[in-house]
């Protein structure tokens, strides 16, 4: 189960998509996967044909940098963060 | 009494402005499309939709829809990728073209995606293979900053599966079978650079068709200005007259075929009014001569810069003209450009503006 937050960017987009919920997922990927599933086209929000991080999209499992492949150990926090870019 | 809308996009979201017939007054709504840069917004007058090709540096491209003039938006990047084993990569959206509820967009790399169920889904259209060299547009040696794209789409008014499309830093192409097979347009432009095609290699930056006459064509070139009397078949410059043969906004006459209205820049780095002083030339008589507009624009250190979808002219009888600025200025001028008043200055940089007329 990962501890999801999700950046302000992204939350606007998808009717009742919340900033912070929790997620059933055994790697990053999977996460993604479940939100997909309930709010159709996250994925191409976060993701590049690939599919892949976008560049600017930032994954932290636990404060350690991720990427799809990083497994989530019960209760990890995960931090999706819209990174760098702006201004 | 009739509704002007003029369609803004910005690198800050879309703006909607609206007023009356008069055009004197306006209201201003926005920013939409949560403030994602947007390249290109257009209004189809048969669903009364309005689209925004936008582009988020964290969330990637997207056509934003809205089906009650900005009420409310959804978005969709839908069918709106290259597939993986195709080895191009859709970095950006940067123009739209609108046709009975058919929609376009340009995409960078270049590419057209079409969708036909009001922006919901996308699928690949084109990407103008087989043309001249276009094996080596998807080159990143060959790419100038910026990279090429499909910078500009424009229908034909009666023929769906007619259009135009300009690759950016190639050329101007027509298909008349709706993406099936392309013909190259750039026959008599000029090109201060070495080509290895003789029908491709031309930087166009805009083109119009004059609605009156659709034999007639005018466009801004990277060097020059340029007509043509036979739907883009044969090109001519008319450059004289005008103060510098860059820049990339442009604009025809509804009803008048040699008139037509262009904003020169400073070829330079900074492509901005020449000198600080804000204007728009216009010709009468097909580019024969230039005359320069600039009552009511700023005539003392405006370095403002216009782009390509920046400037649009209405069609009533007697014509509205917009262009925004790179630097947030809008102007409107009610009297076919002769003068202006400034009805928004601190808006972000304006990447595109388009007017619809609705009823």
Same mark, same amino acid.
Request: with cysteine; aromatic share 8%; charged share 25%.
């Given at each position: 189960?990962?501890?999801?937050?999700?950046?302000?960017?992204?939350?606007?987009?998808?009717?009742?998509?919340?900033?912070?919920?929790?997620?059933?997922?055994?790697?990053?990927?999977? =996460?993604? &996967? +479940? %939100?997909? !599933?309930?709010? /159709?086209? =996250?994925? &191409? +929000? %976060?993701? !590049?044909?690939? /599919?892949?991080?976008?560049?600017?999209?930032?994954?932290?499992?636990?404060?350690?940098?991720?990427?799809?492949?990083?497994?989530?150990?019960?209760?990890?926090?995960?931090?999706?963060?819209?990174?760098?870019?702006?201004? | 009494?009739?509704?002007?809308?003029?369609?803004?996009?910005?690198?800050?979201?879309?703006?909607?402005?609206?007023?009356?017939?008069?055009?004197?007054?306006?209201?201003?709504?926005?920013?939409?499309?949560?403030?994602?840069?947007?390249?290109?917004?257009?209004?189809?007058?048969?669903?009364?939709?309005?689209?925004?090709?936008?582009?988020?540096?964290?969330?990637?491209?997207?056509?934003?829809?809205?089906?009650?003039?900005?009420?409310?938006?959804?978005?969709?990047?839908?069918?709106?990728?290259?597939?993986?084993?195709?080895?191009?990569?859709?970095?950006?959206?940067?123009?739209?073209?609108?046709?009975?509820?058919?929609?376009?967009?340009?995409?960078?790399?270049?590419?057209?995606?079409?969708?036909?169920?009001?922006?919901?889904?996308?699928?690949?259209?084109?990407?103008?293979?087989?043309?001249?060299?276009?094996?080596?547009?998807?080159?990143?040696?060959?790419?100038?900053?910026?990279?090429?794209?499909?910078?500009?789409?424009?229908?034909?008014?009666?023929?769906?599966?007619?259009?135009?499309?300009?690759?950016?830093?190639?050329?101007?192409?027509?298909?008349?079978?709706?993406?099936?097979?392309?013909?190259?347009?750039?026959?008599?432009?000029?090109?201060?650079?070495?080509?290895?095609?003789?029908?491709?290699?031309?930087?166009?930056?805009?083109?119009?068709?004059?609605?009156?006459?659709?034999?007639?064509?005018?466009?801004?070139?990277?060097?020059?200005?340029?007509?043509?009397?036979?739907?883009?078949?044969?090109?001519?410059?008319?450059?004289?007259?005008?103060?510098?043969?860059?820049?990339?906004?442009?604009?025809?006459?509804?009803?008048?075929?040699?008139?037509?209205?262009?904003?020169?820049?400073?070829?330079?780095?900074?492509?901005?009014?020449?000198?600080?002083?804000?204007?728009?030339?216009?010709?009468?008589?097909?580019?024969?001569?230039?005359?320069?507009?600039?009552?009511?624009?700023?005539?003392?250190?405006?370095?403002?810069?216009?782009?390509?979808?920046?400037?649009?002219?209405?069609?009533?009888?007697?014509?509205?003209?917009?262009?925004?600025?790179?630097?947030?200025?809008?102007?409107?001028?009610?009297?076919?450009?002769?003068?202006?008043?400034?009805?928004?200055?601190?808006?972000?940089?304006?990447?595109?503006?388009?007017?619809?007329?609705?009823?």
């Amino acid at each position: 189960m990962a501890d999801l937050h999700l950046p302000g960017t992204l939350t606007p987009l998808f009717a009742g998509l919340p900033r912070r919920m929790d997620v059933d997922a055994a790697t990053v990927g999977e =996460v993604i &996967d +479940r %939100l997909e !599933e309930q709010w /159709p086209g =996250v994925r &191409d +929000r %976060l993701c !590049e044909p690939g /599919p892949s991080l976008r560049r600017h999209i930032h994954v932290y499992v636990d404060r350690e940098r991720a990427n799809l492949e990083t497994p989530i150990e019960s209760r990890a926090r995960v931090d999706v963060i819209a990174a760098i870019s702006g201004g | 009494m009739g509704r002007t809308l003029l369609l803004v996009g910005t690198r800050k979201g879309c703006f909607l402005f609206e007023s009356d017939a008069d055009r004197r007054d306006w209201t201003i709504r926005g920013p939409f499309c949560e403030g994602w840069p947007v390249y290109h917004a257009v209004h189809d007058p048969s669903s009364g939709a309005i689209y925004a090709a936008a582009a988020s540096e964290w969330h990637g491209s997207a056509v934003w829809r809205s089906p009650d003039l900005g009420e409310t938006w959804a978005l969709s990047s839908e069918g709106l990728a290259y597939d993986d084993e195709d080895g191009r990569k859709l970095s950006k959206v940067s123009t739209l073209a609108v046709k009975n509820g058919r929609v376009l967009v340009g995409v960078e790399a270049p590419g057209i995606f079409e969708s036909r169920d009001g922006g919901e889904s996308w699928s690949l259209l084109s990407t103008l293979e087989g043309q001249p060299g276009s094996e080596m547009w998807d080159d990143p040696a060959n790419q100038p900053p910026g990279h090429l794209g499909i910078s500009a789409l424009a229908f034909d008014r009666d023929d769906a599966d007619r259009f135009w499309a300009i690759v950016q830093g190639i050329g101007l192409f027509e298909t008349t079978d709706s993406g099936t097979s392309w013909a190259p347009r750039n026959r008599g432009l000029r090109a201060d650079w070495p080509r290895p095609h003789e029908d491709v290699g031309f930087c166009v930056h805009k083109f119009v068709r004059a609605p009156s006459d659709g034999k007639r064509m005018f466009q801004q070139n990277h060097v020059g200005m340029h007509r043509s009397d036979d739907e883009g078949h044969t090109w001519t410059e008319i450059t004289e007259g005008l103060p510098t043969e860059f820049g990339f906004a442009a604009a025809v006459h509804p009803h008048d075929r040699d008139t037509f209205y262009v904003i020169p820049l400073d070829p330079g780095h900074g492509r901005t009014m020449p000198d600080g002083h804000a204007a728009v030339w216009r010709t009468r008589d097909a580019g024969s001569s230039w005359h320069r507009l600039d009552r009511g624009l700023p005539q003392q250190d405006a370095h403002v810069g216009v782009l390509r979808e920046a400037m649009a002219i209405d069609s009533d009888d007697t014509p509205g003209l917009y262009f925004g600025t790179s630097t947030g200025q809008l102007f409107v001028s009610t009297d076919e450009g002769e003068s202006w008043n400034e009805i928004a200055s601190y808006l972000p940089a304006i990447s595109s503006v388009e007017v619809a007329q609705i009823d």
